[in-house]
């Protein structure tokens, strides 16, 4: 398996425009996570899915952040308008289980810089 | 709500050396507990995950403890090498609640090992 692939590998775009990362998880992974990493606040949980389903998405920031999940394979976190803020490393992860031994797999992350 | 402390922050040791990173969590109803490494720039990789019932793992020079109780682990690097440099990092999943699925994540410790 090629792990959990995401694209674009960097992004840098001005403020205001719509941003779109892109993940794919690991195929026969039920869980999907998108994660936020910035020096100042660590990694954090933005959202993550089950069979395709949201099920918590408290930790989107703001209503410019949205996140689907269209099919098993693919998942896309947009954000519309971008801000400087919004500059950090965006990682998916995907599980086989919540809970279970397999742990967490995570992809090589999305570097966003907004100017 | 969970909040997980690494210590040191950062660390520097000659190659050879044996050393100890600290993990504690305040919430001690966990399911699982993992340890991740971090290069600079890269994604996440999976060193060990301890289950809530389990009280170590080990894998290679790699070893993981798990006090739940009290709140704590350690990862033990035997016989360090130039090539453990990195940023580790640890994650607690928590058991229900509403932060159920949530992977909690220290700031990470910085470690160098010099030749």
């Known amino acids: 398996d090629a792990g959990v692939i995401q694209s674009p590998r960097h992004e840098v775009t001005e403020m205001g425009q719509e941003v779109t990362l892109r993940c794919k998880p690991i195929?026969?992974?039920?869980?999907l996570f998108w994660y936020r990493q910035t020096m100042m606040r660590g990694l954090e949980l933005l959202i993550y899915?089950?069979?395709?389903?949201?099920?918590?998405d408290s930790g989107m920031p703001e209503d410019r952040f949205s996140a689907k999940m269209p099919n098993a394979s693919f998942s896309t976190l947009k954000i519309q308008p971008s801000e400087p803020r919004d500059s950090a490393v965006y990682f998916c992860?995907?599980?086989?289980?919540?809970?279970?031994?397999?742990?967490?797999?995570f992809g090589s992350g999305t570097r966003l810089t907004v100017v | 709500k969970q909040e997980v402390t690494q210590i040191p922050a950062a660390l520097s040791v000659p190659e050879g050396e044996n050393l100890v990173l600290n993990c504690s969590f305040t919430?001690?109803?966990?399911?699982?507990l993992q340890w991740f490494r971090q290069d600079p720039g890269k994604g996440l990789t999976s060193l060990l995950l301890?289950?809530?019932?389990?009280r170590e793992q080990t894998s290679g020079r790699l070893n993981a403890s798990l006090d739940k109780s009290s709140g704590r682990s350690t990862l033990y690097i035997a016989a360090s090498q130039p090539g453990d440099s990195a940023t580790y990092l640890c994650?607690?999943?928590?058991?229900?609640?509403?932060?159920?699925?949530?992977?909690?994540f220290g700031q990470g410790t910085i470690l160098t090992v010099h030749p």
């Open positions: 994650a607690v999943l928590k058991a229900g609640g509403t932060s159920y699925g949530k992977l909690t």
């Open positions: 919430d001690s109803a966990i399911y699982n």
């Open positions: 899915f089950n069979n395709n389903v949201p099920i918590d």
């Open positions: 992860a995907s599980s086989l289980k919540l809970q279970g031994s397999g742990g967490y797999t």
């Open positions: 301890i289950q809530s019932s389990q």
């Open positions: 195929s026969g992974h039920d869980y």
